[in-house]
């Protein structure tokens, strides 16, 4: 069983609605990510949250908005996405993002994003 | 410029064969994490194996086993006695001690078929 827990497992959203990802982990990582995987490539980074504090933004559309209630939580608020948002999101867990090249990320079992 | 290069877009092996995953990196730090993940169709992102910059033995993980040459900068993988449930994607991906954090970046995969 992964350790790090996304739902829903699917979401079929209109470009008009507002809907959330959410992630959860126990294993008392310190970083929490989100990443975006297109079908046939591999994921690209989105967000990275260390100790609850956004630290890495890479570029992404404002449509997306990550939020880390706490240090187990992690979300993703999705408002006016566009159809080629349509993707698979990763949330990912590490002990810590920095001085921890040698650590690896754990995965959850992503979200499946259809936007119509 | 690519950071991490997977040169075989699809593999097709023989079950109980051997198979070599090809994957060479490129970065001027010392300090690095090399990892590779299995995904199959279900999307989730398996955690298979790792070897550091300064290991000097090639990391085993049961049936998995990684051919580390430096200086030529691969991490090739070896998956032993392949079963059906091998098939899949694999990503091989490299972190990096950075200050701006030691992010994960994937390699673009290699899909592996095993056929019975």
């Known amino acids: 069983d992964t350790e790090v827990t996304q739902t829903p497992k699917h979401l079929v959203m209109g470009m008009t609605n507002k809907k959330s990802l959410k992630c959860e982990q126990h294993?008392?990582?310190?970083?929490m990510y989100w990443y975006k995987q297109k079908a046939k490539k591999p994921p690209e980074l989105m967000f990275v949250y260390s100790y609850e504090k956004l630290s890495i933004n890479e570029s992404v559309p404002s449509r997306f908005s990550p939020e880390c209630p706490n240090s187990s939580l992690l979300n993703l608020h999705l408002h006016a996405l566009q159809p080629e948002d349509s993707a698979l999101y990763l949330c990912a867990s590490s002990q810590e993002l920095w001085g921890s090249y040698n650590s690896p990320l754990h995965f959850g079992n992503g979200t499946r994003l259809t936007v119509t | 410029a690519q950071k991490i290069t997977q040169t075989q877009p699809g593999m097709f092996v023989q079950e109980k064969e051997a198979v070599t995953l090809d994957c060479t990196y490129d970065?001027?730090?010392?300090?690095?994490?090399l990892f590779w993940y299995k995904q199959p169709s279900s999307g989730e992102m398996i955690f298979l194996i790792y070897?550091?910059?300064?290991?000097?033995q090639n990391a085993t993980e049961g049936r998995y086993s990684l051919n580390f040459q430096k200086a030529r900068k691969s991490a090739n993988l070896v998956i032993s006695a392949s079963q059906l449930g091998d098939s899949a994607m694999y990503f091989c991906a490299m972190r990096e001690q950075k200050a701006a954090g030691n992010k994960l970046t994937f390699g673009g995969g290699t899909r592996v078929l095993v056929k019975p």
């Open positions: 970065t001027s730090d010392q300090s690095y994490g």
């Open positions: 294993m008392g990582h310190r970083a």
């Open positions: 070897q550091g910059s300064y290991d000097e």
